[in-house]
């Protein structure tokens, strides 16, 4: 895997938001630098999951046995100020995970050697 300046890794964490389809070139420096093609697209909309799966080679003629390097891009929580027009991204990526992250921050002040469960998105990453 090459060296990423981090202006590129910028660039790359930024195609997180794009609508990234199935079998299609991933480039940043525009156009100059392949990161790879989309073999995967997830959009769990029970755990707001949403990620992109990017392999070295196109999907449509790249064996599995073939891939020599994964990226995988996982698309952050959607913004509060998106409420009007995606509700249930909000919903899913602020109320049912991110509050239960801050209550067990909160609950690990009290008890620091207690494991916490993760999210159902977390778990749906493992």
Known sequence: MPNFTDEQRV?????EYKDLKVN???TIDDG???IGYV??????????E???????GNPKIQKPSEVNNVTVLYQASTSPEQ???QAGEVKRDWWDNNKQILNNIEKSYKNPNTI?????????ML
């Not at 073999?39 to 707001?48: E, I, P, Q």
């Open 39 to 48: 073999s995967k697209v997830v959009n769990d909309k029970k755990t707001g």
């Open 116 to 124: 916490f469960d993760p999210t159902k998105q977390i778990a749906s």
């Open 83 to 85: 409420i009007g027009s």
């Open 32 to 34: 100059k630098t392949t």
């Open 11 to 15: 660039e790359i964490a930024e195609r």
């Open 50 to 56: 949403q990620a992109f799966i990017i392999t070295d």
């Open 24 to 26: 299609t070139k991933v």
